[in-house]
């Protein structure tokens, strides 16, 4: 059943709620940290745009490279992107995995590989998957890292050319899912002979959020619209989200719809759209007793509109209902929650921050 679209047409005012928080940075000199995830409660690992994975004491504030993917085609919107510790983890010696565009003969494309984390630095680094999902632009590469069930999720964008994402015979568009070594599991719902098997999903347009919500089983993804139609998605198993035969969205040359409509009975509508954008970068829901207001309520770093956006869940769906920081003034690029409940993001200017109540 088709869920109801709840369209935001205005921003919110917020004053009353950006006075019960502050940012406190502490760490900053990063190239664009596009991700960061924890080993412990006192380690961050960093991911540089250019192709450095940076270790970070969060604590001292000291920071050490740990590698330098020397693949990583960092040009665009491309870059050293994703990184994510596998579940089950050895603690002694922290399982990671990354997403990253990568030059091939053919043109760039999206990598994932894995590596541990020993003595202060990776090891057995090993590429595990490249994407057909080749494009000559710089654009759309998605791409955020998700485990559920014991299989690997990421995302990749359109690669900037709108006619892949109803095409399953590419990987551009689309949500993958693997088995942790890389290899295709059985039961995806895509047989050679109706696209690509690696496919989970498809029609996505630029999807850099990705989040498995463990205690609900659902998989959530945010995604770029066009100039407007930024998107909250519920992922399902060959599910088709549309792009671009379905959007919110306007041509970026002048108030022209893009696509054919706003909804189609074959295609799955998002839970939220956003109008106008605000250039998701990243999704995740709080479950946590540090900040108990945000309890069951999902957060996006937003690019455009550089603020941390905050989604109420509830019954009837979906609803904006705070933007923080938004006197900081920062293109919030990640966020993440430490292994004790608190929550730190990562800005397009090179800074760390831990978000406090006041």
């Not at 919107?77 to 579940?87: I, T």
């Not at 359109?158 to 689309?174: C, F, L, M, V, Y």
């Not at 989040?211 to 139609?229: C, I, K, M, N, V």
């Not at 941390?308 to 938004?326: A, H």
Request: glycine share 10%.
């Amino acid at each position: 059943m088709k869920a109801i679209i709840i369209i935001l047409l205005s921003c919110l005012t917020t004053a009353a709620y950006s006075a019960e928080y502050r940012a406190r940075q502490i760490a900053e000199g990063f190239r664009i940290p596009w991700a960061i995830e924890f080993l412990d409660s006192e380690r961050m690992v960093i991911n540089e745009k250019n192709g450095t994975v940076s270790l970070l004491n969060i604590h001292t504030g000291l920071r050490q490279t740990l590698f330098v993917v020397n693949s990583v085609d960092d040009h665009g919107q491309g870059g050293l992107l994703d990184v994510a510790l596998a579940p089950d983890s050895d603690p002694e010696r922290p399982l990671l995995y990354f997403t990253y565009s990568k030059q091939t003969a053919k043109g760039t494309t999206v990598a994932l590989a894995r590596a541990h984390v020993e003595n202060n630095q990776l090891s057995q680094w090993q590429e595990l998957f490249v994407a057909d999902a080749v494009s000559s632009t710089g654009r759309h590469f998605g791409s955020r890292i998700a485990f559920v069930d014991g299989y690997v999720f990421f995302s990749i964008g359109d690669r900037g050319e709108r006619e892949n994402g109803q095409d399953k015979n590419t990987h551009a568009g689309s949500i993958l899912r693997l088995n942790l070594d890389g290899s295709v599991p059985d039961d995806n719902p895509f047989q050679k002979a109706e696209g690509l098997r690696e496919i989970w999903s498809y029609g996505h347009r630029n999807p850099q959020g990705l989040f498995y919500d463990a205690p609900t089983g659902q998989l959530w993804s945010s995604e770029h619209g066009p100039r407007g139609g930024d998107e909250i998605n519920l992922i399902e198993k060959g599910a088709n989200y549309g792009w671009a035969t379905v959007s919110h969205g306007k041509e970026y040359w002048g108030p022209i719809n893009v696509g054919d409509a706003i909804s189609l009975p074959e295609m799955e509508d998002p839970k939220l759209v956003y109008i106008p954008s605000i250039a998701p970068g990243n999704l995740m829901l709080y479950r946590g007793d540090q900040y108990p207001e945000l309890n069951n309520h999902f957060l996006a770093g937003a690019l455009k509109l550089t603020h941390i956006n905050i989604v109420s869940t509830d019954e009837s769906g979906l609803s904006e209902s705070q933007r923080l920081m938004t006197d900081l003034g920062e293109r919030i690029r990640d966020i993440a929650v430490s292994p004790d409940g608190y929550l730190y993001f990562s800005t397009d200017s090179g800074k760390v921050f831990l978000l406090e109540s006041i």
